[in-house]
């Protein structure tokens, strides 16, 4: 297996934020949202938002189709869970979804690919922190890379 790791860069998107209201509800808000920001993955998003900024980011990433594949090699596109949730999305389509401690998402994009590709990964982070956890900034903390197999 050969791997090629997607670090960066990567441009982050804030797409909403979450608002915690004195009801206890929280509000999704699209205005004053930080600038977009480009970061080397893996890192969660505070460097980019703060630690405590909780919503939704996109991270967006352009990447040439590996060469020298021959006939018969899969190329697997392997994201490793964020904080919280992400969605992932290659030229628009949605491929799957990852979670917060469960297994890498592992989708096979070999049939897909193209000589310039786009990836999107949606972030959602809700919640800066679970009660009596400490509170951790959301963002994509693992890898994301290609394995191409014979």
């Not at 460097?47 to 189709?65: I, T």
């Not at 190329?75 to 992400?86: D, Y």
């Not at 992932?88 to 297994?103: K, M, R, T």
């Amino acid at each position: 297996m050969h791997t090629i790791r997607l670090r960066g860069p990567w441009q982050l998107e804030p797409i909403l934020r979450y608002v915690p209201q004195a009801d206890g509800t929280v509000l999704s808000v699209t205005d004053d949202l930080p600038s977009e920001a480009r970061a080397t993955m893996p890192a969660d998003w505070s460097a980019s938002f703060g630690g405590d900024f909780v919503g939704r980011v996109r991270y967006h990433r352009n990447f040439q189709k590996p060469t020298g594949l021959d006939a018969g090699e899969r190329v697997f596109l392997v994201v490793e869970p964020p904080r919280s949730r992400g969605m992932v999305n290659f030229f628009d389509q949605p491929l799957g979804e990852v979670l917060h401690d469960a297994s890498p998402g592992r989708f096979d994009i070999t049939d897909h690919l193209q000589d310039h590709n786009r990836l999107d990964i949606i972030v959602e982070h809700p919640s800066a922190g679970r009660e009596g956890e400490a509170s951790q900034a959301g963002g994509l903390i693992g890898e994301v890379r290609l394995e191409i197999e014979d």
